[in-house]
């Protein structure tokens, strides 16, 4: 495992821990919903086996050559991420109710692949999540930083390439980046005999 | 089109596959941090087995399903530190004894087999109401203890390792 | 109200009953899969809809949890088994 | 309130049923496996979601509406993921997509 800088407050060091037992605290009070006493004892009993058990899992890194905890999250723009991305949800839905409802199916299938200059694994596993929930995509495979995704149609191809939703999960790890070049090496399969295009950026 | 050739030809044998961790990282984050908040759901199944629908069975197939998840993710291998292969079919044994000890308790305090309101000579302080409810919480973490690590026993067995 | 949320009941579980049409034909093992799971997701809201009627939805609601826990692990397990190559065609 | 807060529950619950029954035939009628992965991740997620969140308005302000904004969080978070494990097994297996009524006219 790599040697990664350690953080040097408390606070920085301990956050996902922290943030895990108030995350296990939360979810006990909203189940168990009893103020009684007792129910506290054994709730605070039950969160201390659960965050034994899972602190064995930190050491585990995400992936390979991928140290654990290597970077921190912005949580003040997951949050606004998370609302933007409710909202592409209803529209992805929406989208793909219309599709499905058309007479003649106006879809035109098709597989991208192409890299994404994301920072670390969450990163990819949020954009991955995201591109499955948003209008007409589909992740279907991460190998690395190459991402294999299924598109419903010529448009939701276009929106996925542009490189916005990637902006935005970066957004999330860095401070600033550019749209046009998070995205790159792009590679179109729009027919089942080998007939590819390709557009570099 | 051929989606990946390097990958078609993978060792394609259905246990290899079981027993490797799972490539996909968005699988493999996604169970590693679902898996905590599903052991304890399942402990608070376990816990509220008298107010609400649920109870040792129940608890302990949702814990049993938390931990396979993280078997899953992580490979047999590494899923060992959570719960090594070596004493689940111990903690099902010591899971049974409790849940019969308890019967026995009651037998040896003069009473029927599981008459909670014997195990007074043990806590002679509770009131019967509460005495009944420890004796059920105790035969509960018997049963919930063998159903978990009977499962997990027997998903592990299945792969030979 | 009642009426409503049975009516509602009815349309959902033509909806569930839906899918099992693909989990019958489905030409691939992964079709039929996709059924299932289909039906997974429907059946625990048909089960939040009963809790309704019954007037306990507090105890539902923890069924339907347990549900889809043990549905989402079901598709994982079944996702990762199915691994063996195509068998030759017929 | 009482009026507008039934309303509000009953409009959404609809609305959520009538995505899953669209989900429920894009699962038939759409032509192959991948692009019915379409329609069971985003049209089945978003009735599951439109109905529970019509549920969690009805029932008001109390435990139950939290414990089903707890299922809402576990559906949005797990439905992607199983239909992501699901096409990538597909793919990995071999399973070809389906790319449209053009290739068919040009294979003949």
């Known amino acids: 495992m790599n040697k990664t800088t350690v953080p040097s407050?408390?606070?920085?060091?301990?956050?996902?821990?922290?943030?895990?037992?108030?995350?296990?605290?939360?979810?006990?009070?909203?189940?168990?919903?009893?103020?009684?006493?007792?129910?506290?004892?054994?709730g605070f009993l039950s969160i201390a086996l659960v965050m034994w058990l899972s602190h064995k899992l930190h050491g585990i890194p995400l992936a390979e050559n991928e140290p654990c905890g290597a970077t921190r999250i912005n949580i003040p723009r997951l949050s606004v991420y998370l609302l933007w991305l409710v909202g592409e949800i209803v529209k992805s839905?929406?989208?793909?109710?219309?599709?499905?409802?058309?007479?003649?199916?106006?879809?035109?299938?098709?597989?991208?692949?192409?890299?994404?200059?994301?920072?670390?694994?969450?990163?990819?596993?949020?954009?991955?999540?995201?591109?499955?929930?948003?209008?007409?995509?589909?992740?279907?495979?991460?190998?690395?930083?190459?991402?294999?995704?299924?598109a419903l149609t010529r448009y939701t191809e276009e929106g996925l390439v542009s490189g916005d939703m990637e902006a935005r999960v970066a957004r999330l790890y860095m401070q600033e980046c550019n749209a046009a070049d998070m995205c790159c090496d792009i590679e179109l399969i729009t027919s089942g005999r080998g007939r590819r295009g390709r557009r570099g950026k | 089109m051929t989606p990946n050739p390097e990958k078609e030809?993978?060792?394609?044998?259905?246990?290899?596959?079981?027993?490797?961790?799972?490539?996909?990282?968005?699988?493999?984050?996604?169970?590693?941090?679902?898996?905590?908040?599903?052991?304890?759901?399942?402990?608070?199944?376990?816990?509220?087995?008298?107010?609400?629908?649920?109870?040792?069975?129940?608890?302990?197939?949702?814990?049993?399903?938390?931990?396979?998840?993280?078997?899953?993710?992580?490979?047999?291998?590494?899923?060992?530190?959570?719960?090594?292969?070596?004493?689940?079919?111990?903690?099902?044994a010591v899971g049974a004894l409790i849940f019969a000890g308890t019967g026995l308790l009651t037998v040896i305090f003069g009473g029927k087999y599981l008459d909670y309101h014997y195990l007074h000579l043990l806590w002679p302080w509770l009131e019967p109401a509460w005495l009944r409810y420890y004796g059920i919480l105790l035969v509960e973490v018997g049963v919930t203890m063998t159903v978990m690590t009977t499962l997990v026993a027997i998903y592990d067995d299945l792969l030979g390792c | 109200m009642d009426i409503f949320f049975v009516s509602l009941a009815l349309v959902?579980?033509?909806?569930?009953?839906?899918?099992?049409?693909?989990?019958?034909?489905?030409?691939?093992?992964?079709?039929?899969?996709?059924?299932?799971?289909?039906?997974?997701?429907?059946?625990?809201?048909?089960?939040?809809?009963?809790?309704?009627?019954?007037?306990?939805?507090?105890?539902?609601i923890d069924i339907s949890l347990g549900y889809a826990i043990l549905n989402f692990v079901g598709v994982i397990a079944m996702a990762k088994y199915f691994r063996s190559p195509p068998r030759s065609s017929k | 309130m009482s009026f507008l807060q039934d309303a509000v529950a009953v409009i959404l619950m609809l609305s959520g049923t009538f995505f899953m029954l669209v989900g429920s035939i894009g699962i038939c009628r759409l032509p192959d496996f991948y692009t019915r992965t379409h329609a069971a991740s985003k049209v089945d997620t978003l009735g599951i979601l439109l109905f529970l969140s019509?549920?969690?308005?009805?029932?008001?302000?109390?435990?139950?509406?939290?414990?089903?904004?707890?299922?809402?969080?576990?559906?949005?978070?797990?439905n992607p993921v199983a239909t992501h494990a699901l096409a990538r097994r597909a793919l990995l297996f071999g399973l070809k997509p389906w790319y449209g009524h053009k290739d068919e006219k040009e294979e003949r």
């Open chain 1, 93 to 150: 839905g929406v989208y793909v109710a219309y599709v499905v409802l058309h007479p003649k199916m106006p879809i035109q299938p098709m597989i991208v692949r192409f890299t994404s200059k994301q920072p670390n694994v969450l990163a990819r596993v949020i954009l991955g999540n995201s591109i499955t929930l948003t209008p007409g995509t589909l992740t279907l495979d991460i190998d690395g930083s190459r991402f294999t995704v299924h």
């Open chain 2, 9 to 92: 030809t993978a060792p394609s044998c259905v246990e290899e596959g079981m027993k490797s961790p799972t490539e996909s990282p968005i699988i493999h984050v996604a169970c590693r941090g679902i898996a905590p908040c599903i052991l304890l759901i399942g402990i608070y199944v376990f816990f509220h087995g008298h107010y609400s629908p649920g109870g040792g069975f129940q608890g302990g197939v949702l814990l049993a399903a938390g931990i396979l998840l993280l078997r899953l993710a992580l490979g047999p291998g590494l899923s060992q530190n959570i719960m090594p292969t070596w004493i689940t079919l111990r903690l099902s």
């Open chain 1, 9 to 42: 407050s408390f606070w920085m060091r301990y956050r996902g821990l922290i943030l895990q037992a108030l995350l296990l605290t939360a979810l006990w009070l909203i189940l168990s919903g009893r103020l009684v006493p007792i129910f506290f004892l054994w």
């Open chain 4, 54 to 78: 019509g549920l969690a308005v009805f029932e008001g302000f109390s435990q139950s509406a939290a414990k089903l904004l707890l299922i809402i969080v576990f559906v949005a978070l797990t």
């Open chain 3, 12 to 60: 959902l579980s033509i909806a569930l009953l839906i899918p099992f049409y693909r989990v019958y034909k489905g030409p691939t093992v992964f079709d039929r899969l996709l059924g299932a799971a289909a039906v997974g997701g429907k059946t625990m809201t048909i089960i939040l809809l009963f809790g309704l009627i019954y007037d306990r939805l507090d105890m539902f």
